[in-house]
C-alpha cells in the first residue's frame, strides 16, 4: 500500500506503536497519539508532525484507522469506541504487511511466520539462521528484535528493499489484530493455556493463534501437541514436526538424525548431537525451523549448516555456572507452566526456582508431572502461594523455602526490598537445598512483573546472584 491512510490514530507508545507512528509520519499521513502515561517518544514524535491525545476513551470523529499496541486489550474503552464508530483497528504487524516494498519482481518480501505458546523466539532466530545459510537478505521481526513496520519500510543504499525474506515471530495479541497477514508458510508449535485474561477464554486464546494458518499456503504444526496438530488439520498443505520416525509429510528424527519427509522424499538434515541448544523442546523447535526453512526453498545442506551454528539466546536453557558439581540454569524465558515443564524435564534432580504472575494458569498438571524430578523448591513473587498449595498435594516431601516477594517486597526475609535482593535470597536458599549432581533451575512458569522489570531482568538478577556464591 503506497497511498495515504488518513488520518491515524496510534495507541500506545511503546516500542511497536512509536515505529508505527514513526513510519507513518515519514509517509506524510496525519497521526494522532492515545497514551495513558506520557512515554519518551512522545516529544520526538510531537516535533515530527504528531498530535497528542493522552489518554482519551473516545474515539475522534475524523479517524480512518487505530493501530494499537499489543498490550492494549480488545476491552479498551478507546478500542470498543473505534469499533462502535466503525473504524478498523489493526495491530503493528497488519500495519507492516499492507506498507510492504516491493522487491525487483514487484513482489514484497515473504514473511515466514511463527506463533506458539513457547518457543516461538528460539524458533524464529532460528529460522533467521537458517534462511541467511541459505543465502537470503533475511531477518527476525515481530515480537522479537525490530518492529515489522521499521523493517518492511527499510531500504538498502540503492533505495532497494533490505530484505528478502522476514522471519516473523507473532504472539497471540498481535494475531488478535491481524485479518489480511499471508505468510508464505506459518507454524502453530504448540498451544497450551495462557494468557486467558487478556483473551477472555482459551478458545478464545487458539482462535488467535489459529489465524496465522489462515491464509498460509503450507501450515506447520508439532504432531505431539493435540492442538496445534488439529490447528492444520484439513489444511491444503499441512506440515507436522515429530520427534519420532518421520513419515511422509513430517519432519522427524530417525537414528539420532533430522529427518526431511515433507519437502523431500528423505532429506538428512543434521545429527541431533551436533544442535548446540538442548532438550526434546529445542529439538522440535529446530524441526519447525527446518520445516519454514525448506518451505523457502532453503536446501537441505544448508539447513544443517544453519542449525549447527545456532546458539540461542539469553535467558533461553542457559548455564550460568557450576559450583561445588551443582549446575545452575537460567531459563527465565520459562514465562508459563508449559514452558517450565519443557525446561524442567531435560534434568534428572532439580532444585526449582519458582514463582511470579501466574496469570491464572493452572499448575497442578505442571507440578504433578515434575514432582518426582523436584529435590527441593524455591517460591517467590505475587502467585507464589499457588504454587506452594500445588506442591503440598503432589510433592509434599520436597522441601521448600518461600523467599517473601511480590506484593510484600521488603518484609522479613529481603535485605532491603529491591529485585536483586529478592534474587540473592532465592539464590542462597536453592545452594542451601542442592546437592553435587544437582540442577538449580530458574524456570519460574509465571511472568516476571511483580518483582522485577522484565523475565530479562529476572535472569540477569539471577546469574549475578549465583556469580556472587562463595
Known sequence: ?????????????GVSGAAAARVLLARGDTVLLADAGSPAARAELEAAGAVWLGAVT??????????????????????????????????????????????????PAPWYAVTGTNGKTTTVTMLEALLLAGGRRAVAAGNVGRPLVEVVTAVDDQGAPAFDAVAVELSSFQLHWSSSIAPAAAAVLNVA???????????????????????????????????????VDGHARPVTVTLDEPAPGQLGVR???????????????????DLQVRGPHNVANALAAAALARA????????????????????????????????????SKAT???????????????????????????????????????????LLGRDRAVLEQSLARHAPAVPRIVVPSGDDVGVAGVTDGTAEAVMGE????????????????????AASMDVFTDYAHRGRAFADAVRALP
Open 426 to 445: 532465592v539464590v542462597r536458599a536453592a545452594a542451601s537445598l542442592a546437592h553435587p549432581g544437582d540442577t538449580v533451575l530458574l524456570a519460574p512458569a
Open 193 to 231: 493455556d495462557d494468557h486467558v485474561d487478556w483473551h477472555g477464554s482459551a478458545t478464545a486464546y487458539r482462535d488467535a493463534k489459529a489465524r496465522i494458518l489462515q491464509h498460509a499456503p503450507v501450515a506447520v504444526a508439532d504432531a505431539g501437541d493435540p492442538v496445534a496438530s488439529s490447528l
Open 296 to 331: 523457502a526453498g532453503v536446501s537441505a545442506a544448508d539447513v544443517g549448516t544453519g542449525l549447527a551454528g545456532f546458539r540461542g539466546g539469553a535467558h533461553r536453557s542457559v548455564l550460568v555456572a557450576t559450583v561445588r558439581d551443582v549446575a545452575w540454569v537460567d531459563d
Open 1 to 13: 500500500m503506497t497511498g495515504p491512510l488518513g488520518r491515524v490514530l496510534v495507541c500506545g507508545l
Open 336 to 378: 508459563n507452566p508449559h514452558a517450565a515443564l519443557a525446561s524442567l524435564t531435560a534434568h534428572p534432580r532439580v532444585v526449582w526456582v519458582a514463582g511470579g504472575l501466574l496469570k491464572g494458569a493452572d499448575v497442578d498438571p505442571l507440578v504433578a508431572a515434575i514432582a518426582p524430578r523436584l529435590v527441593g523448591v524455591v
Open 255 to 273: 537414528a539420532g538424525v533430522l529427518v526431511d519427509r515433507a519437502f523431500a522424499e528423505s532429506a538428512e538434515l543434521l545429527p541431533v548431537a
Open 58 to 107: 473516545d474515539c475522534p470523529d475524523d479517524v480512518d484507522l487505530v493501530v494499537t499496541s499489543p498490550g492494549w486489550r480488545p476491552d479498551s474503552p478507546l478500542l470498543v469506541s473505534a469499533a462502535a464508530a466503525g473504524v478498523e483497528v489493526v495491530g503493528e504487524p497488519e500495519l507492516a504487511w499492507r506498507l510492504r516494498l516491493p522487491l525487483a519482481d514487484g513482489q
